[in-house]
């Protein structure tokens, strides 16, 4: 019925005085007044509000016709309602190409999937045009849902998803004391590098789009600390002579990242595979696909802090093998989670 907050956090106007001004002043309108129905009773008090004092005229509420029984459902709600309560939060990151955005057919999705995640937040920045109209709202925090895929290629859904909605639910499910929060920003078709490599555009504006999340957060009053990043790509570098490169490339990515944004902490780092269910390439040795598959398993055995999912099996689209369809991608989310979180049990 009202605005969750109709008092100004400026307004030096208290419970007491509500009562004591009430009745007091009965002439602050010269005459009577009609107040524009389709603005909000905030809009109106903030406007209205005394001179000097930065208090609300409560004679505003004192006209007999005026709103009747406004001042009582005023004084119940500051006493009921107050401001959004700290929280504390655990933030992960999803970066990488289309496979990291999505393609999943929400429409497909379990029930629990299906539905905003009440309890996981989810902050996310697009920088490609879509085929889609199911879009999420962009850069600002939300409860996670299906929504922030990108379609192109046919058949395109109302609304797409990607690896956060399992990745989301099961860290959530996995740490129930912890409050969850995931930031994704991928771009289809990008590669590692010169998009994501040091000063690449896809980079910079996934750097940005982390600290802008952040800040957001602690704009709210919450407080957070980073818990590491899941990282899905590899299909842009197959060509010569990037995929012999990948491995040195994903190393700095990496370093890059733990200096950039981690504060040189050795986070949990989990790379998604590319996978013989796009291509069976990715058994020929000496092909695009293997080395980068290879460079992927050999930097995850290289450091102990850096986790490897491996997608082989996982199913595609159809007509587009390329890119995993719902249940790949539920069970990409997935594998995600679980390598993450084996890897801060062993940190």
């Not at 000063?199 to 957001?216: C, H, M, P, Q, W």
């Not at 390329?322 to 069970?331: A, E, P, S, T």
Request: aromatic share 10%; hydrophobic share 35%; net charge negative.
């Amino acid at each position: 019925m009202f605005p969750a907050r109709i008092v100004h956090p400026d307004f030096s106007w208290n419970l007491a005085s509500f009562f004591s001004d009430f009745g007091k002043r009965r002439n602050w309108f010269s005459e009577p007044k009609r107040l524009d129905q389709t603005k909000t009773i905030s809009t109106v008090a903030w406007r209205s509000r005394e001179p000097h004092t930065g208090r609300l005229p409560i004679s505003m509420f004192s006209k007999p016709l005026l709103f009747p029984g406004l001042a009582l459902a005023v004084a119940t709600l500051i006493l009921t309602t107050g401001p959004v309560a700290a929280e504390h939060f655990h933030v992960y990151l999803i970066g990488g190409q289309s496979n990291a955005q999505g393609r999943g057919d929400a429409a497909q999705l379990p029930a629990n999937l299906a539905a905003p995640q009440k309890d996981v937040r989810f902050y996310w920045h697009r920088t490609q045009d879509t085929d889609n109209v199911g879009h999420l709202a962009e850069d600002q925090w939300i409860d996670l849902a299906p929504g922030s895929g990108h379609g192109r290629i046919p058949p395109v859904r109302e609304k797409e998803f990607g690896p956060e909605i399992s990745f989301g639910r099961a860290l959530a499910d996995a740490h129930p004391d912890r409050h969850i929060a995931v930031i994704k920003y991928s771009h289809g078709g990008s590669n590692l590098h010169s998009d994501w490599a040091a000063g690449g555009l896809r980079y910079e504006i996934f750097r940005s789009t982390v600290k802008d999340a952040l800040a957001a957060l602690t704009a709210d009053g919450h407080t957070w600390e980073l818990g590491g990043i899941i990282w899905q790509q590899g299909e842009g570098d197959t060509g010569s002579p990037h995929a012999e490169n990948y491995a040195k490339n994903l190393t700095d990515l990496i370093s890059r990242i733990r200096r950039d944004l981690f504060e040189e902490k050795p986070l949990p780092f989990v790379i998604g595979s590319v996978s013989n269910s796009q291509s069976q390439s990715v058994e020929t040795p000496g092909s695009g696909m293997f080395l980068v598959r290879k460079a992927q398993e050999n930097v995850a055995k290289s450091d102990a802090t850096v986790g490897f999912v491996n997608s082989d099996g996982f199913p595609t689209r159809p007509s587009d093998p390329v890119h995993f369809d719902h249940q790949g991608l539920i069970l990409l989310g997935k594998a995600h989670a679980e390598a993450l979180i084996r890897l801060e049990g062993e940190s």
